[in-house]
């Protein structure tokens, strides 16, 4: 099976599904970005994985304890705005914001690319996250 791979037909002009991993540990590809990346499942609102530089940024000995991390506190506009992204980016695109990050409670400005992507089997709506 493959370990990751788009839901749907690719066209000339671009994607029209978007990018689908099949389990978490196909986003192991973006070990090799020096940048943070994580991927932040919507409906369970946490990170799912996330690469060495990420967890040096979000200040994690280990991915299992940011995994487990909460991040309930975030609020409802947050949650409504990432479902938005999730929405309305087209797919193979992201979405370029600058977004106020709360590393252990550390208020970091940072821009940040967000794009739509499925983790799992099951497809779980996911942003893949890029610290730019």
């Known amino acids: 099976m493959a370990a990751f791979k788009t839901s749907g037909e690719s066209s000339v002009t ?6 689908a991993f099949t389990s978490t540990d196909s986003l192991a590809v973006f070990e090799a970005i020096g940048r943070p990346v994580w991927a932040f ?3 369970a609102h946490r990170i799912c994985w996330a690469n060495a ?7 994690a000995e280990t991915l299992e304890s940011l995994v487990r991390r ?9 949650g409504v705005r990432l ?9 193979g695109q992201s979405a370029q914001e600058t ?10 400005q940072m821009s940040v690319n ?3 992507v499925t983790v799992g089997e099951d497809a779980r709506d996911a ?6």
Do not use: H
């Open 14 to 19: 671009g994607m029209t599904t978007r990018l």
């Open 41 to 43: 499942e919507l409906d």
């Open 53 to 59: 530089a990420a967890l040096r940024f979000w200040r």
């Open 70 to 78: 909460e991040f309930s506190d975030d609020g409802v506009a947050v």
């Open 83 to 91: 479902r938005t992204i999730m929405e309305q980016t087209p797919p």
């Open 99 to 108: 977004w106020t990050l709360y590393p252990l409670g550390e208020p970091k």
């Open 114 to 116: 967000l794009t739509p």
């Open 127 to 132: 942003l893949l996250i890029e610290v730019m």
